[in-house]
Nanobody, 124 residues
Framework: QVQLVESGGGLVQAGGSLRLSCAASGRTFSNYAMGWFRQAPGKEREFVAAISWAGGIRKYADSAKGRFTISRDNAKNTVYLQMNSLKVEDTAVYYC?????????????????WGQGTQVTVSS
């Protein structure tokens, strides 16, 4: 079992930045690829970014490329999502997720554990 707790969400103006954190506890964090997903009101959950267990492979949604950076610190059992140049359309609840195995995935169905989410609101 892996427990995930997100933090760092909040209200920010368009063009601003936020850094989300996801702290993991339970099983060995470095055995899991990690992902960030988001869900806006009335929309389906969508992939944002993912990282392999050693951090060498990273994947991004087209909407995140060039603006968001995923990273992890296995010594701290934490994965991060640095979000820059935020847009109103980035407003959503952001979830981190853990997937058994080394390879990151863009598919939510491949993730085994999920956090409760953190709200990100970008105002115009």
């Amino acid at each position: 079992q892996v427990q995930l707790v997100e933090s760092g969400g909040g209200l920010v103006q368009a063009g601003g930045s936020l850094r989300l954190s996801c702290a993991a506890s339970g099983r060995t964090f470095s055995n899991y690829a990690m992902g960030w997903f988001r869900q806006a009101p009335g929309k389906e959950r969508e992939f944002v970014a993912a990282i392999s267990w050693a951090g060498g492979i990273r994947k991004y949604a087209d909407s995140a490329k060039g603006r968001f950076t995923i990273s992890r610190d296995n010594a701290k059992n934490t994965v991060y999502l640095q979000m820059n140049s935020l847009k109103v359309e980035d407003t959503a609840v952001y979830y981190c997720a853990a997937k058994s195995g080394s390879s990151p995935s863009v598919s939510a169905g491949e993730y085994d554990y999920w956090g409760q989410g953190t709200q990100v609101t970008v105002s115009s």
